[in-house]
């Protein structure tokens, strides 16, 4: 059962316009949300995250927006350049079940190509 | 300020063997996570370590195990190999009780 879920597994965008990545869940009781980039050959890489008390975070050309109705959130990435192309990973947390538990779920990412 | 290192970076097994992998935190931080990365999936929770001790494991068998050094340092060990342990091995560190999990370059496990 994925509990995290990224149904795009590959997202093609020209370069200078918007990608849009998105992410879904079930578990209601996650309530931190993580974006990474992930290079060949690296670990991942935190991107931008957010909490479940806000419905947008924005850093630089990155802004994520959650939807907690609809257990839905999105990586908005403006304007893209061709450096940006890497596998993105959404992940999520339940950070308070329990005294010093810290599990991450991951989806299973999108792969992100900008083209010059 | 180095981050989170792991060695070996790659490493070939037969099955029936077992490994050892190790990971060195970011400097400040407390808490170690294991994270198995299959091919094309994302990563995997495989254990926690805090003050030395496992806080929370992930659906692993107990061929799984590991340690965690006052340094707060931290082995891998898994034993009697399979083919499907092949895979990118993931430390990750935070200090505190901070949302932000910094992640290590992986060790790549084969095993043949």
């Known amino acids: 059962d994925q509990q995290v879920k990224q149904n795009s597994p590959s997202l093609s965008v020209q370069e200078g316009r918007i990608s849009i990545l998105n992410c879904d869940y079930t578990?209601?009781?996650?309530?931190?949300f993580l974006w990474y980039k992930k290079y060949p050959a690296e670990g991942p890489t935190f991107l931008i995250s957010i909490s479940s008390i806000k419905d947008k975070n924005e850093d630089g050309r990155f802004t994520v927006f959650l939807n907690k109705s609809a257990k839905h959130l999105s990586l908005h990435i403006v304007p893209s350049q061709p450096g940006d192309s890497a596998v993105y990973f959404c992940?999520?947390?339940?950070?308070?079940?329990?005294?010093?538990?810290?599990?991450?779920?991951f989806g299973k990412g999108t792969k992100l190509s900008v083209i010059p | 300020d180095a981050g989170v290192t792991q060695s070996p970076t790659h490493l070939i097994k037969t099955r029936g063997q077992q490994v050892t992998l190790r990971c060195s935190p970011k400097?400040?931080?407390?808490?170690v996570s294991w994270y198995q990365q299959a091919l094309g999936q994302g990563p995997q929770f495989i254990f926690q370590?805090?003050?030395?001790?496992?806080?929370q494991r992930g659906n692993f068998p107990d061929r799984f195990s590991g340690h965690q050094f006052p340094n707060y340092s931290s082995e891998l060990n898994v034993n009697a190999l399979l083919l499907g342990d092949s895979a990118l091995y993931l430390c990750?560190?935070?200090?505190?009780?901070?949302?932000?999990?910094?992640f290590g370059s992986g060790t790549q496990l084969s095993v043949l």
């Open positions: 400097s400040g931080h407390d808490t």
């Open positions: 578990n209601s009781m996650f309530d931190y």
């Open positions: 992940a999520a947390v339940e950070t308070y079940s329990g005294a010093g538990s810290y599990q991450l779920t």
């Open positions: 990750a560190s935070r200090a505190g009780r901070n949302e932000k999990l910094f």
């Open positions: 370590y805090y003050e030395e001790e496992e806080r």
